[in-house]
């Protein structure tokens, strides 16, 4: 009686390599980084300003791609690694480069303070000054564009 055994052995099986899982978890944490600065921390002042988090998200995410890069440096390793380190250029950029082009704020009207001298068209166009409604409470709204 012949038997058969349909056991086998992984650990002798040298050639099946495990996944490379950092070469997408990388990019993945570095684009949440990303998205969540525009989609969520704009709602938080303090978020907002400092961007501390999403950079250590970014940074962490490119940080996590390397490791897989210098773990198995195949093609989807160097893909991984150039998209995590792109979408963290790209939030460096905006919060270092164009966030310092901002014009500052040093002659804003404070709130509260009185408004200065403005005269512009309502929508009949025809034109009204702060003047006119004064001892009224007026609510000014500036549009980028037109209608």
Same mark, same amino acid.
């Given at each position: 009686?012949?038997?058969?055994?349909?056991?086998?052995?992984?650990?002798?099986?040298?050639?099946?390599?495990? +996944? #490379?899982?950092?070469? &997408?978890?990388? +990019?993945?944490?570095?684009? $949440?980084? *990303?998205? $969540?600065?525009? $989609?969520?921390?704009?709602?938080?002042?303090?978020?907002?300003?400092?961007?501390?988090? #999403? *950079?250590?998200?970014?940074?962490?995410?490119?940080?996590?791609?390397?490791?897989?890069? *210098? !773990? !198995?440096? #195949?093609?989807?390793?160097?893909?991984?690694?150039?998209?995590?380190?792109?979408?963290?250029?790209? *939030?460096?950029?905006?919060?270092?480069?164009?966030?310092?082009?901002?014009?500052?704020?040093? #002659?804003?009207?404070?709130?509260?303070?009185?408004?200065?001298?403005?005269?512009?068209?309502?929508?009949?166009? !025809?034109?009204?000054?702060?003047?006119?409604?004064?001892?009224? !409470?007026?609510?000014?709204?500036?549009?980028?564009?037109? &209608?």
């Amino acid at each position: 009686m012949k038997m058969s055994c349909r056991y086998v052995d992984r650990r002798m099986n040298t050639s099946r390599r495990k +996944p #490379n899982h950092a070469a &997408w978890i990388g +990019p993945l944490v570095a684009l $949440t980084g *990303l998205v $969540t600065y525009f $989609t969520v921390a704009v709602r938080f002042p303090d978020l907002r300003d400092s961007a501390i988090v #999403n *950079l250590v998200l970014v940074i962490g995410g490119a940080a996590i791609a390397a490791w897989g890069l *210098l !773990r !198995r440096r #195949n093609w989807k390793s160097w893909i991984g690694f150039g998209a995590a380190a792109f979408f963290a250029s790209l *939030l460096c950029a905006y919060v270092f480069v164009l966030s310092s082009q901002l014009p500052p704020q040093d #002659n804003a009207v404070a709130v509260g303070a009185a408004a200065p001298p403005l005269e512009l068209p309502d929508q009949t166009g !025809r034109m009204v000054s702060l003047d006119d409604l004064r001892g009224e !409470r007026v609510l000014v709204v500036f549009y980028r564009g037109f &209608w």
